[in-house]
């Protein structure tokens, strides 16, 4: 969609704006990162409520998410992603509602899982270890 707004709107002037309601938001920011080649404004998902154009919408893309796959792709997103997502749970928490990242969920329940992993030895040159 972006390539026919271009051959009519300078790029300087396009802005784009991402909601997450059929879980497309992450792929749609990258393949617009790629086209317009130009950083934008990440949304604060941490408040959204919903679409009401589409039943079952979760609104907008949630900043942890994006700025998760951004790290994930190499880019520099200068923000501590451990903070904001910890900021995230903090204000969900605060509004007594699950958080809507799928970054803090993700790694909520790697961190929960390692935790719960059996410690075994090392073994040292030469020896058996299980």
Known sequence: MLEPVL????????????????GQALS?????????DKWF?????LLH?????AKGAT????TEDVAYMLN????KVHVDLGKLIMAGDCISKHMGR???SKALIS?????????KLKRFPVAVHGEKSL
């Open 59 to 62: 609104g907008n893309v949630v």
């Open 7 to 22: 051959d009519v709107v300078p790029i300087e002037k396009l802005a784009v704006q991402f909601h997450d309601i059929y």
């Open 49 to 53: 409520s919903g679409c009401p154009y």
């Open 72 to 75: 994930g792709l190499g880019v």
């Open 107 to 115: 790694l909520s329940i790697t961190l929960t899982n390692a935790s």
């Open 28 to 36: 749609n920011i990258l393949l617009s990162l790629k086209i317009l």
């Open 41 to 45: 404004r990440l949304p604060d998902g």
């Open 98 to 100: 699950p958080s809507s």
